[in-house]
C-alpha cells in the first residue's frame, strides 16, 4: 500500500532529481568549481546627495543632507544662507557597487543607493555626481543618474499609509563610470592558482587528474584542499586567456559530503544524497502539558460589604503515550530508502529534526548533522 510522504520529508528527497542511483555521477565544469586567483571583483563605496525628490526627503533633524548640499553649492559657486535650506527635496545617501576585474576606463556598472537620514522615499530623485572609493582610499569609478525604486509607498491625510517593498534603497542601472584600472595579474611566475569554492582534498585531487589528462602529466599540483596550481604550457605562455578558457569546460565530479541541514525555525529538512542509515530501534514517546488560564469574576454576598475582583484560574493537564512505540529501522543505503524509512513515525518536523540527532548520536545515521 501507497503511504504519502509528509510535505516536510518530500524536501528530504529533493536530491533525487539529480541522483538515481548509488554509484551514478554528478559532473561539474572547473569554472562552477573554481575561481581564479587574482580575477577578482572590489568593493567600492562612496557619500553622496540624492536631489529631486517631492517632498520626501531628509528633514532639518538629519544634518547630513544639509552639509552636503552646502558643500556642492559651494563648489559650483553658488552661497547660500543655512538658514534659507529647506531640505525635503533632497536625501543624503551611500552608493556601493562592486568592480569587476578587467574593467577599463568607460566601462559601466550598477549602483545601489540607499538613504543615511530619515528620507521617506527615493522616488524620482537623481544622483548627483559621486565619487567612488576602494578600500586603499582611491578613486575608481564616478556615480550619477536618475533612481529607479524598487517598491511604492502612499500616505492619507489622516495618517494612513501604504508601503509596498522598500522606497529607502535603489538603484541606478549602469549609473557608474570607471574612471581608474585596477590592475589584474591571474599569471605568477608562469603558473595559474586555482581556488576552490568549497575546499575539499578529493575534489582538488579530482581536478588536478582531469587537468594533468588534458595538459599532461605534471602540469598540476594540488597546495592544499582549496587550491590547485597550474603550470602554464609553452605553447600558451602568450595565451593564458585561451588556457583558462579551455580549462573552465572540463568537467570533473566534485566530493559531496554526507549532510542533513536541520532549519527548526522553518521546520525544514534537507539531507545530501550519500546519506546512509544503518539498522536500528527507536522509541520514540512525549509528554504534552497543557496549561490553560482562564479569569473569573468573583461577586460578593450583597450584605458582606466587599467587593467585585477577578480571579484567575489555571488548569494543567499532561498528556503521555503509553507505552512508547518502538520502531525497528532497517538500514538504507539510498535517500530514497532513508526518507521511505523515517516517514512511518509520522511526527512533527521538530521532533523529526530530535530523532536525526539521537541517530547521529548513536551512530545508526552516517552524515553530518546542521542545525540552523
Partial sequence: MFRRLP?????????????????????????DLCEVVGARENQLVG????????????????????????????????????????LRNVAAVIVTTNIAAFSRNGTRIDVTVSAIGNARSLRGGVLVQTPLRGADRKTYAVAQGPLIVG????NGANGSSVTENTTNTARVPNGALVEREIPTEFVTKGEVTLSLRRPDFSTADRIVQAIEKSLGNGSARALDG??????????????????????????????????????ERTGTIVAGGDVKLSPVAISQGGLTIAVKEQQAVVQPNMLAGGQTARVDQSAVETTEKVP?????????????EVAQSLSTFGVSPREMASILQALRGAGALRAEIIVQ
Fill in 151 to 154: 517598491g511604492y509607498s502612499a
Fill in 324 to 336: 512508547p512505540s518502538m520502531t525497528y529501522l532497517a538500514g538504507a543505503a539510498t535517500l530514497a
Fill in 226 to 263: 582549496g587550491s590547485v596550481v597550474i603550470k602554464v604550457p609553452s605553447k600558451l605562455k602568450e595565451k593564458p586567456v585561451q588556457l583558462v578558457a579551455e580549462l573552465s569546460d572540463l568537467e570533473v565530479d566534485p566530493a559531496v559530503s554526507a549532510r542533513v541541514v536541520i532549519n
Fill in 47 to 86: 557619500y553622496g546627495v540624492v536631489t529631486g525628490l517631492t517632498g520626501t526627503g531628509d528633514d532639518i533633524t538629519a544634518p547630513f543632507a544639509a552639509q552636503s548640499l552646502r558643500a556642492l553649492l559651494r563648489r559650483l559657486g553658488v552661497q547660500i544662507d543655512s538658514s534659507q535650506l529647506r
Fill in 7 to 31: 510535505s516536510y520529508l518530500v524536501l528530504f528527497a529533493v536530491a533525487l532529481a539529480s541522483i538515481t542511483t548509488e554509484n551514478e555521477a554528478h559532473a561539474d565544469r572547473l569554472r
